[in-house]
């Protein structure tokens, strides 16, 4: 009977799944998340089940590390008797919060071309006998589809196990309860907001900005959401502190974040006068977000979608003779090789025009920016001249942070395939034996980050400090930053975008925690020792033997590899279980 | 000249093409015939020098391509079967990064790139990202990618797939003049009849082997037929007419 019940109800949804309203709704839906635009990039398309599962990761992770805080017996060992479950807890909601819109954003972010049926889709689908707006409802529903089931992805494994984490100091289940609906409900309704307000940005850019036009800005504004993600995530540290003050500053309203945290601490009872106000703006922001994305959506569907077959899909702008003569200047003076002049543009390009390159390398600047304004705030911290700022290991550490992070970030994003099908080109016509794609990748590394280490550390230390220290700090900067540059390049072989995406490997774990150990070094010790060297420069010689070790184990390195090792490569093999010795070769 | 010696080809233990051999001499264009799964690509992959044989060798001059494959492909012109480009640089970038990987003069590049683009029609869309570009467009940018340094061997992998009539016919011709200026052509194709009127020689080639080689007169004398004709009769034991009415049928058919 149930058995029968059950198939006659999956008969019914299949049969309306093959409906062409629905069939639409779940080609929409695969689009969103398997790409759309021009580019038929395989580079980071990733199955619909492993991104939900990487979307989920992180509020799991988080949820578990924080059974260290919670469990009662550490607690006990701690000392920390009665415990306000609440109040402890309110950091750590903050950041769930933070954490659901910051992914929930991003996915916005990253699927932004996607999200409007394009070109293709009008191709394929306006010449069949279907109404346009039925394609627009069907794109307007796999979107709410997708926006509610990112929603649910991102907050799952936090509203299951943040309840239980903080509930398990408490004996009565209906504070468990409380606790996880409020908490769902917050983290829930704020990454619907942020996929709104993502949406309402792309939508109100549609709506107003002609489509070439349109299409142009498109990159920069992904560019801004992504910095402006990467610093409400930043906030996660510092808004809690300021709650506790009271006044609490008045900007504090301006972070979508806090409103929501707001909203949960008023349902349960606990807001104090400034959450209590701040809670207030958070339901009429997301119905705000939600019908301005709607209304722009529409707009932008009549603008762009509608009238795509009338709109050229080719857009032809020269480039500017400034870019030509720098183009001319690098070649004359640091790009030698046919090969090098040829990847030095290919790169850049790359970087500048490829979606996926773009957005992570503008998250690692969004997260530079973001590390290096919390220094210069924390030098004018009890600072009590602008001179006496400048010469703190915080104001001092600014080039190196910056400088870190963009030459990992640079060496990460090399490894991200571009294109791979076309990759051809660069197969036949590069010599394998010959290798230069360590000196390209050194290149365009110093091009990126020297030009403006010298621009801006040199004048500023110069004007604030004399040119004595200018010299000095700049000079440590750029020694550090070639170093640098050496060390994460060694025994790289291939042409920057051309390789499949690196294999796993056993050393991966190290080489992150690598990572971090070098941010420590470069850009806290170095900076710490510095301040104290400035005032007795000759301290600063000191630095030369580390200096030279670190400049020679990479040139170690280099000339210890064997042939096999510097060959040109475009295909990341896996690591080998079983390897044959060949002892008779 | 050039020569493939015995190639053979295997993924895994699965002949993709077995003992081929022929001779291209300059001034020749060769076309190069199969059904799908015929071997052709394979073969076109281990002229360019993309994949090594597993038995067998291509000489250029008497030398194994495989010792020198720089200095090969620099007289090698290439278009390959599919146009994957890079969809986010514009195709006058693309041309200028080709040129620069082949080692071009910078000034006669540009040059170079601004005449070709202008005879192939592409001249106006030269700014616009390949990404926007039609099949066809992009079939012409890797043409000109492949002529622009005047090399010595051309190889063309379905050269004509997209293009317009115009485009299509204007590269016939030019084939046909590349080979009367000595320059070596092995030109690949579905089409028969562009074979017919481009290539002076053919090479037909059935599961990964060689099955006639001559020139396009030759092959039609001995069965006393046309190349279409006599293609289907070593290629294909399939009564096309047949099928083609079959279709008809199936399209007229209903569910119960």
């Not at chain 1, 990733?46 to 805080?69: E, Y």
């Not at chain 1, 104290?532 to 210890?560: C, D, N, Q, T």
């Not at chain 2, 052709?40 to 194994?64: C, E, I």
Request: with cysteine; hydrophobic share 50%; aromatic share 10%.
């Amino acid at each position: 009977m149930i058995a029968e019940a059950i198939d006659a109800v999956l008969f019914r949804w299949e049969k309306r799944r093959q409906r062409p309203f629905w069939r639409m709704v779940y080609l929409f839906a695969a689009r969103i998340f398997r790409g759309g635009g021009d580019s038929d990039a395989e580079g980071l398309d990733l199955g619909i089940g492993l991104v939900l599962t990487l979307l989920a990761m992180p509020g799991g992770f988080v949820s578990i590390l924080l059974l260290n805080k919670y469990g009662t017996f550490l607690q006990w060992l701690r000392g920390q008797a009665n415990v306000d479950p609440l109040l402890v807890a309110l950091p750590d909601e903050y950041f769930f919060i933070v954490l659901s819109m910051t992914v929930t954003g991003a996915v916005a972010v990253w699927r932004w071309d996607a999200i409007f049926p394009d070109r293709r889709d009008y191709m394929n689908l306006v010449p069949l006998p279907i109404s346009t707006r039925t394609i627009f409802l069907a794109n307007l529903v796999a979107v709410l589809f997708l926006v509610g089931l990112v929603a649910i992805d991102v907050n799952a494994a936090s509203c299951l196990l943040f309840p239980v984490v903080v509930g398990a100091t408490q004996s009565k289940f209906l504070f468990f309860l409380k606790f996880a609906v409020v908490h769902a409900l917050g983290v829930l309704l704020a990454s619907v907001f942020a996929f709104f307000a993502v949406f309402s940005v792309i939508g109100l850019l549609m709506a107003v900005l002609p489509p070439r036009t349109f299409r142009r800005i498109s990159a920069y504004m992904r560019g801004v959401v992504v910095v402006c993600l990467v610093a409400l995530l930043c906030t996660s540290f510092a808004v809690p502190q300021v709650l506790r003050y009271m006044p609490a500053p008045r900007w504090i309203a301006l972070i979508p974040s806090c409103w929501f945290l707001g909203l949960c601490q008023s349902l349960r009872g606990r807001a104090g006068p400034v959450l209590t106000e701040l809670s207030a703006f958070a339901l009429p922001a997301l119905a705000i977000a939600a019908l301005v994305a709607l209304c722009t959506y529409v707009l932008g569907y009549q603008r762009h979608f509608v009238r795509i077959a009338e709109i050229a899909d080719t857009s032809a702008i020269a480039p500017s003779p400034r870019t030509s003569r720098m183009g001319a200047l690098l070649d004359r003076l640091a790009l030698r090789t046919p090969f090098q002049k040829a990847g030095f543009r290919f790169v850049g390009k790359t970087l500048l025009r490829s979606e996926t390159h773009r957005l992570v390398l503008t998250a690692v600047g969004g997260l530079a920016l973001v590390l290096a304004s919390q220094a210069l705030m924390d030098a004018f911290e009890g600072a009590k001249s602008l001179r006496q700022a400048a010469l703190s290991a915080d104001a001092l550490s600014i080039p190196f942070i910056l400088s870190f992070l963009i030459i990992v970030g640079l060496r990460m994003v090399f490894e991200i395939p571009a294109e791979l099908r076309s990759n051809w080109i660069f197969q036949l016509m590069v010599d394998p034996e010959r290798q230069e794609c360590e000196g390209l990748a050194r290149r365009v590394i110093l091009i990126l980050v020297l030009p403006w280490l010298l621009a801006i550390s040199l004048p500023v230390y110069a004007y604030l400090e004399g040119w004595k220290v200018a010299v000095l700090h700049t000079l440590l900067a750029i020694t550090w930053a070639v170093l640098l540059t050496n060390i994460v390049l060694i025994r790289f072989r291939k042409i920057p975008f051309t390789c499949t995406l690196p294999v796993f490997k056993q050393h991966s774990f190290v080489t992150l925690l690598s990572c971090c150990f070098g941010f420590l070094l470069y850009a806290v010790s170095t900076p710490e020792f510095e301040s104290s060297a400035l005032p007795e420069p000759v301290r600063m010689l000191s630095l030369v033997p580390a200096a030279a070790a670190l400049w020679f184990i990479p040139h170690y390195l280099g000339k210890s590899a064997n042939e096999i090792e510097r060959r040109l490569i475009f295909e990341e093999s896996p690591t080998q279980t079983i390897q044959a010795l060949r002892l008779s070769d | 000249m050039l020569e493939a010696v015995h190639l053979t080809k295997r993924y895994a233990s699965l002949p993709a093409v077995q003992e081929l051999s022929f001779t291209l001499r300059p001034g020749q264009v060769l076309g190069c015939l199969g059904p799908n799964g015929s071997g052709k690509s394979t073969t076109v992959k281990m002229l360019t020098g993309l994949l090594q044989p597993t038995r067998g060798v291509v000489r250029f001059d008497g030398h194994n391509i495989q010792e020198d494959l720089t200095a090969y492909r620099k007289l090698l012109g290439y278009v390959p079967e599919e146009a994957h480009l890079y969809p986010y640089l514009t195709g006058w970038e693309y041309l200028e990064l080709i040129g620069t990987l082949r080692g071009m003069d910078r000034r006669d590049l540009a040059k170079k790139i601004d005449s070709l683009l202008q005879l192939f029609s592409l001249h106006p869309s030269r700014h616009a990202s390949i990404g926007s570009y039609s099949k066809g467009m992009r079939q012409r940018i890797l043409l000109i990618a492949a002529i622009m340094d005047d090399p010595e061997i051309f190889i063309f992998d379905e050269p004509l797939s997209g293009l317009d009539v115009t485009s299509a016919l204007i590269f016939k011709n030019l084939v046909q003049t590349l080979g009367q200026q000595g320059k070596l052509v092995f030109y690949c194709s579905h089409v028969l009849e562009v074979v017919e009127k481009v290539c002076s020689d053919v090479l037909i080639l059935r599961k990964g082997v060689v099955i006639a080689q001559d020139s396009v007169e030759n092959i039609g004398h001995i069965l006393g037929q046309s190349l279409e004709n006599t293609f289907l009769h070593l290629v294909d034991d399939v009564d096309t007419m047949s099928v083609a009415r079959d279709i008809v049928t199936v399209m007229k058919t209903k569910a119960a």
